[in-house]
């Protein structure tokens, strides 16, 4: 059983475009988050939920917004898609109940290509 | 504030040889410190974690120490295969009212035969 799946795996669209990116886990986690990698493999974070309340809320453009319906699923919609916007965005899951920081689980990523 | 620094990659080494990727952190509270590998085309997942001053971490032959004094976390492995071929982050985690992770640059990593 997969653990955390995101779809699609891949995602080609032309600038201008609204997508949306679905993640779900399995795993009974309280905490999801979204990434962004870059060409560089640099990783950062853009949102985290907790128990489906928003959490963190990087710098990223409004055109980003993320919805969680319940715990188990974290979903990304993107508006008026940029060039920049291309790269592989990464779900991820944790249990934090503990208080303690706790490793995270990552999906296989998007890869969004922006035309 | 709180950051994380890796060795710039990529590191190439030849089979059995030994593996060192320095990381270093800032940190305005007491983080967990985690290594995670990023194997060609998957997601990244955990290689090893330390939670307090002076844990080691180990997991299929690599080991990274919890140094408080030095705020360091270097990973380390006495002979790679490769199959280690992948990209490594260093990372910590803080609860700041909301636990945030901070992921280092990544170092990629390649074994050659």
């Known amino acids: 059983d997969t653990a955390v799946s995101q779809t699609p795996k891949y995602l080609v669209t032309q600038m201008g475009n609204d997508k949306s990116i679905k993640c779900e886990q399995n795993l009974g986690h309280d905490t999801m988050y979204w990434y962004k990698q870059d060409s560089k493999k640099f990783l950062k974070i853009m949102f985290s939920y907790n128990n489906k309340e928003l959490i963190i809320n990087e710098t990223v453009p409004n055109r980003f917004s993320p919805k969680s319906p319940d715990k188990a699923h974290l979903n990304l919609h993107i508006n008026s898609l940029e060039l920049g916007d291309s790269a592989v965005y990464f779900c991820?899951?944790?249990?934090?109940?503990?208080?303690?920081?706790?490793?995270?689980?990552f999906g296989p990523g998007t890869r969004l290509t922006v035309l | 504030g709180d950051s994380v620094t890796q060795m710039e990659g990529p590191v190439t080494l030849s089979e059995e040889a030994c593996l060192t990727i320095?990381?270093?952190?800032?940190?305005?509270?007491?983080?967990?410190l985690f290594w995670y590998v990023q194997y060609p085309g998957e997601g990244l997942q955990l290689l090893l974690k330390?939670?307090?001053?002076?844990d080691k971490g180990s997991n299929k032959g690599f080991e990274a120490t919890y140094r408080k004094e030095t705020t360091s976390f270097h990973l380390e492995k006495g002979s790679v295969q490769v199959s280690d071929s992948a990209v490594y982050f260093c990372?910590?985690?803080?609860?700041?009212?909301?636990?945030?992770?901070?992921f280092g640059a990544g170092t990629r990593l390649f074994v050659k035969a």
């Open positions: 991820a899951s944790s249990l934090e109940g503990s208080g303690r920081p706790q490793e995270q689980f």
């Open positions: 320095n990381c270093t952190y800032t940190a305005t509270g007491y983080p967990s």
């Open positions: 330390a939670t307090k001053a002076d």
């Open positions: 990372a910590l985690s803080l609860n700041t009212g909301g636990f945030k992770t901070i």
